[in-house]
């Protein structure tokens, strides 16, 4: 971690704000090239929910990177970035059929995930390539809201009308080109991968003209020191063998897809703040900070883990504190934690911020989002400007 670049970033620019080590996301990709070094045909597509600020996606599509997209927006932000449009794959969930359309005449490739859009598609583009997206009936994921895989979600096309996709598949009412699963985001346990793995593998065979398969994302990072995390050379080992199977089987070899978000930039980023004041009370010690959930959400909402490092005192004795923001409501950012002696005004940074930090941020409590900032061939550059008071008014009508 570098401290004295973090400082230097916060005191420059000031805080709240969020900023990015470039070479981090580059090594992260790196891994993964040197784990799936063996599988003959792959593609890592970035799961740009996680992070879309256009100078980050830019740097990502620099490293031969594709997209995954969940929304007409970030299709059209992608393609603005430079992605190659046949490697822009679309995977919307419950849009309007209208949406679709957009993005099919963009020229991306577009991932289904309910049997009425895939009919509005045939019907629209006969013979048109697609791709569909199925449950697996799996659970998997690190809290209960980003575990998508099971028969409960409302992702992929139920096991019980796989039948049915088959069947128009063999009669040319569809022309099924690609398979798509994502089962859930920070996946532990490798089984739950491999339960994922054999299921589309052995779902593919069914359709004549598959040419890919896409596994999603999920990769599970550590977020503190001996925390748990995937194990990238048996996953890939895992998609290696049910590959091999199907090449036997069928004679033919697909194109494999990987779409991390976390994987590749949650490390990256860092949220710094700074304290206003140090509230003590007959059970806490409140380190009051200059943001909340507002801006770093993940800890209010699935109750993560971000290890929080005292840049302006980082090696003094620890103390146990509660970080908590300034929103109108329970915003605790880290509970009762051991952190290096706190004093007021010191600059509280938040590790493994990357990936759906500033993006899941919001203008709640009229906040205005922090800038972001970028280390990049050692200098820090600023990569988005902080909102004002202007932007937040924009929009809105004043009729009186
Ligand atoms: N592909 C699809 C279709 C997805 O829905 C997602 C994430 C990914 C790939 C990337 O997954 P990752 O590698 O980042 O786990 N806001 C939550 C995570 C939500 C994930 C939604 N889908 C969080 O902060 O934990």
Do not use: W
């Not at 050379?233 to 091999?244: F, G, L, R, S």
């Not at 103390?319 to 605790?332: A, L, N, P, R, S």
């Amino acid at each position: 971690m570098k401290i004295k670049e973090l400082k230097k970033a916060a005191v420059n620019f000031g805080t709240p704000i969020y900023v990015y080590d470039l070479s981090i996301i580059e090594s992260q990709y790196r891994k993964l090239q040197n784990a799936f070094k063996n599988l003959d045909n792959y593609k890592i597509h970035f799961a740009a929910k996680s992070l879309s600020n256009i100078s980050v996606l830019k740097f990502i599509k620099n490293l031969e990177i594709g997209l995954d997209a969940v929304s007409i927006e970030e299709v059209k932000i992608g393609i603005k970035c430079g992605f190659k449009k046949h490697e822009i794959l679309f995977t919307p969930n419950g849009v309007n059929f209208s949406e679709i359309k957009e993005a099919k005449s963009l020229g991306v490739k577009i991932n289904l995930d309910s049997l009425e859009s895939i009919k509005d598609f045939s019907e629209n583009y006969p013979n048109d390539p697609i791709s569909i997206r199925i449950n697996p009936g799996i659970y998997a994921g690190g809290n209960e809201k980003i575990s998508v895989g099971h028969s409960n979600s409302k992702f992929g096309i139920p096991e019980e009308f796989i039948s049915d996709l088959i069947k128009m598949d063999k009669e040319n009412r569809i022309n099924v080109t690609g398979l798509h699963i994502h089962t859930g985001s920070d996946i532990t346990k490798n089984n739950e991968f491999e339960k994922g793995i054999k299921k589309i593998f052995s779902t593919a065979t069914k359709f004549k003209n598959i040419e890919s398969i896409d596994l999603g994302g999920g990769i599970k990072i550590p977020y503190f020191s001996g925390d748990t995390e995937t194990n990238l050379n048996d996953y890939a080992k895992a998609v290696e063998e049910e590959h091999n199977k199907f090449k036997n089987n069928t004679g033919k070899k697909l194109k494999i897809i990987f779409e991390p978000g976390k994987f590749l930039v949650s490390d990256s980023g860092y949220f710094i703040t700074s304290v206003n004041y140090i509230k003590k009370s007959q059970n806490n010690n409140f380190i009051q900070v200059n943001s909340g959930f507002n801006h770093f959400l993940r800890p209010t909402l699935y109750n993560s883990y971000h290890e929080v490092i005292n840049l302006s005192n980082p090696n003094d004795q620890k103390e146990e504190c509660t970080i908590v923001g300034y929103i109108c409501e329970k915003d605790t950012l880290a509970e009762k934690r051991m952190i290096s002696k706190i004093s007021k005004g010191d600059l509280l940074c938040f590790k493994n911020a990357g990936a759906y930090g500033y993006n899941m941020s919001s203008n709640y409590n009229s906040r205005l989002r922090p800038a972001e900032l970028c280390i990049h061939d050692n200098s820090i550059k600023k990569i988005r400007e902080k909102e004002n008071l202007e932007d937040l008014l924009k929009n809105q009508i004043d009729i009186f």
